[in-house]
């Protein structure tokens, strides 16, 4: 014997969209402190170096600049700020709200000392783009390879000539 149970008038997407409901509910419960506060990976950071400066980009799309800070100190550079929402229309309720929202902080560790007078940062269309050039120190030079020190002995003994001798 078979029994069939249906539910009216909900149909598969209506089901799909009930037990995302369910897990997005079940994780802000457990998962409270997340709240309001972004990924630790978030911004997502480049970092190129061409031999006389570091280049760090950071995706930071919906930020504004004066909701930016960047700083360095010991050898790390700091990206913090705040990423608001863009809020929701009057009488409209959200069915999807995937924009990440709120604060972040991100630390890039250097690999090599930097020049701090010389750092400039640029926020264009949501990519931050800061330059720091290498400390003098921490730029790469060339070493010219020298042979090694033959030290010329004029030795004249009797019978022999100069051009006999032969120095190895």
């Known amino acids: 014997m078979f029994v069939r149970f249906e539910r009216f008038p909900m149909s598969p997407t209506d089901d799909l969209l009930e037990f995302e409901r369910g897990i997005d509910s079940m994780l802000n419960r457990l998962l409270p402190s997340v ?3 972004l990924a630790d990976n978030y911004p997502a950071v480049d970092m190129s170096d061409n031999g006389t400066g570091l280049t760090v980009v950071a995706e930071l799309p919906g930020v504004k600049k004066e909701d930016l800070s960047v700083s ?9 700020g705040k990423r608001k929402s863009s809020g929701l229309p009057e009488k409209s309720s959200w069915l999807r709200n995937e924009i990440p929202v709120g ?14 007078e ?5 926020l264009t ?12 120190e921490a730029r790469p030079r060339e070493i010219t390879i020298h042979e090694p020190y033959k030290p ?9 000539r100069t051009e006999d001798v032969k120095v190895k």
Do not use: C, H, W, Y
Request: charged content about 20%; aromatic content about 2%.
């Open 125 to 136: 269309n949501g990519i931050l783009r800061v330059t720091l050039p290498k400390a003098e």
């Open 35 to 37: 709240q309001g506060r």
């Open 72 to 80: 360095i100190q010991d050898g790390v550079l700091t990206i913090s």
């Open 118 to 122: 010389g750092i400039e940062a640029e």
């Open 152 to 160: 010329v002995v004029n030795v004249e003994l009797p019978g022999m």
């Open 103 to 116: 604060t972040f902080s991100r630390t890039i560790g250097l690999p090599s000392d930097v020049r701090t």
